[in-house]
């Protein structure tokens, strides 16, 4: 299965920016998306952004414009530009992969999930 290594969380002041970064690796024969969620305290988990194996991106309203979800092919890569942070962004980011595996001669679909990174936004 895949696994998932995120980094670039951290404390940031209202209106500074973050870079968020996600490797994958492990047996992936194929990636169709990419993507970002995350979890506020006392909160569910939601959608951030997202970007699938064409390239084409998808955000959340509470985001658009402000964040922008990039990926590395080659790299197996996923990133997420975080610029004029609000204190309602502070949260734990999940990144997530979905992928297929080739198992005797088969495909076969998941979906991994990185450890999560913690976002504080505060002054």
């Known amino acids: 299965q895949a696994q998932l290594v995120e980094s670039g969380g951290g404390l940031v002041q209202p209106g500074g920016s973050l870079r968020l970064s996600c490797a994958a690796s492990?047996?992936?024969?194929?990636?169709?998306?990419m993507g970002w969620f995350r979890q506020a305290p006392g909160r569910q988990r939601e959608l951030v952004a997202t970007i699938a194996s064409g390239g084409s991106s998808n955000y959340a309203d509470s985001v658009k414009g402000r964040f922008t979800i990039s990926r590395d092919i080659a790299k197996n890569t996923v990133y997420l530009q975080m610029n004029s942070l609000k204190p309602e962004d502070t949260a734990v980011y999940y990144c997530?992969?979905?992928?297929?595996?080739?198992?005797?001669?088969?495909?076969?679909?998941?979906?991994?999930w990185g450890q999560g990174t913690l976002v504080t936004v505060s002054s």
């Open positions: 997530m992969v979905r992928y297929k595996e080739l198992h005797s001669g088969l495909l076969a679909a998941f979906d991994a």
């Open positions: 492990g047996n992936i024969f194929s990636i169709n998306a």
